[in-house]
């Protein structure tokens, strides 16, 4: 395990992937497929082509970007069971909102201001292989909004109003 260990620690100095190539290579591989899928989706809405047309071609592009967001931040690794299944059900909250974090800092830099993409890759990064498969995302790009509309409303001391019934 200390080997493993020191072995990752190099390559990340190094700025390599395990794989042995450039962590940048990576990082442009994970937005060029998310673009790609957002490029799919464009046209087929534009078209009025329902998106279970390129159902399989869409999964596969999803399988692309997970392995490469998976190099890109390394500290999903601690939450597989094994190296290709993630344990969504065991994240906490704040452990997805890290991950929504971290890819807005990485859209910063390029100057991107999409949280819906934003939203949807960190649901797809914390989603079971076999929930992508069927296309059933846990969470749901919606439900990771509205933990970070909870968390920016915990910081601010505002608290939810609660209905309740006399």
Not at 34 to 48: F, P, Q, T, V, Y
Not at 56 to 67: C, P, W
Not at 155 to 162: A, Q, Y
């Amino acid at each position: 395990m200390r080997r493993y260990y020191e072995v990752e620690m190099e390559l990340k100095t190094n700025g390599q992937s395990r794989y042995g190539f450039p962590l940048e290579f990576h990082r442009k591989m994970m937005f060029e497929n998310a673009g790609h899928l957002r490029h799919l989706i464009k046209i087929s809405s534009k078209h009025g082509v329902p998106q279970s047309w390129f159902v399989d071609q869409r999964a596969d592009i999803l399988k692309r970007l997970l392995r490469e967001a998976s190099i890109v931040y390394p500290e999903l690794r601690r939450w597989h069971r094994t190296p290709h299944k993630l344990r969504p059900h065991s994240l906490k909250v704040e452990a997805q909102l890290e991950v929504l974090d971290a890819i807005r800092g990485d859209f910063a830099k390029l100057k991107l201001r999409n949280n819906k993409l934003a939203y949807q890759l960190t649901a797809l990064i914390c989603s079971l292989d076999s929930d992508i498969a069927t296309h059933k995302l846990d969470p749901t790009p919606e439900k990771v909004r509205r933990n970070e509309k909870d968390r920016r409303r915990n910081k601010s001391g505002k608290s939810r109003s609660v209905k309740v019934n006399p």
